[in-house]
T-cell receptor
Framework: AQSVAQPEDQVNVAEGNPLTVKCTYS??????LFWYVQYPNRGLQFLLK??????LVKGSYGFEAEFNKSQTSFHLKKPSALVSDSALYFC???????????FGTGTLLAVQP | DTGVSQNPRHKITKRGQNVTFRCDPI?????LYWYRQTLGQGPEFLTY????????KSRLLSDRFSAERPKGSFSTLEIQRTEQGDSAMYLC?????????????FGPGTRLTVL
């Protein structure tokens, strides 16, 4: 069965510092991985995806994610955090058998000014 | 893209009542998904349509839940005889056709509160 895990419920970072939001995956077959962000009272917004190719994936709003097959990880990163990046971040894996996304439990990112 | 829209945005109902939610996907998207999200959790898959065909249903979708997409455009999700445990955010998403694994675009959700 496909699954993702987000080991941190919350990540705190100071504005201007680099940020990392962690995600590990467990899949049978090739992993197809996604990051979404959810702001209060808004739907999930797509940030980036890894399907194949380069292990470093660049996405929206200056975010990037590093796919690491040996560590089965897909961590979300940004070189310099903004207060406006404060939101709930979800990692997800695509299940090809059912065409659904399987989400992690989410990580709340708090960026302090 | 005008985005995925969902109506209503909020619904408060009494236990035992029926409710219906509507989702309008992005116009050229033939795939439509329903998810449910409870507080502190990630979205959980409920069902999936390709055009008007409902191709996948989660075991989470009890007999009280039914979804339709009659003309392959908008979709409705109906919950009959609502229970307090149905209180959640119901999210709709759509994605483009094709062989590629395309990202799903989500609507703002309908928040259901069952009293």
């Amino acid at each position: 069965a496909q699954s993702v895990a987000q080991p941190e419920d919350q990540v705190n970072v100071a504005e201007g510092n680099p940020l990392t939001v962690k995600c590990t995956y467990s899949v049978s077959g090739n992993p197809y991985l996604f990051w979404y962000v959810q702001y209060p009272n808004r739907g999930l917004q797509f940030l980036l995806k890894y399907i194949t190719g380069d292990n470093l994936v660049k996405g929206s709003y200056g975010f990037e994610a590093e796919f690491n097959k040996s560590q089965t990880s897909f961590h979300l990163k940004k070189p310099s955090a903004l207060v406006s990046d404060s939101a709930l971040y979800f990692c997800a894996v695509y299940d090809g058998a059912t065409n659904k996304l399987i989400f992690g439990t989410g990580t709340l990112l708090a960026v302090q000014p | 893209d005008t985005g995925v829209s969902q109506n209503p945005r909020h619904k408060i109902t009494k236990r035992g009542q029926n409710v219906t939610f509507r989702c309008d996907p992005i116009s050229e998207h033939n795939r439509l998904y329903w998810y449910r999200q409870t507080l502190g959790q990630g979205p959980e898959f409920l069902t999936y349509f390709q055009n008007e065909a409902q191709l996948e249903k989660s075991r989470l979708l009890s007999d009280r839940f039914s979804a339709e997409r009659p003309k392959g455009s908008f979709s409705t999700l109906e919950i009959q005889r609502t229970e307090q445990g149905d209180s959640a955010m119901y999210l709709c998403a759509s994605s483009r056709p094709g062989l590629r694994i395309n990202e799903q675009f989500f609507g703002p959700g309908t928040r259901l509160t069952v009293l």
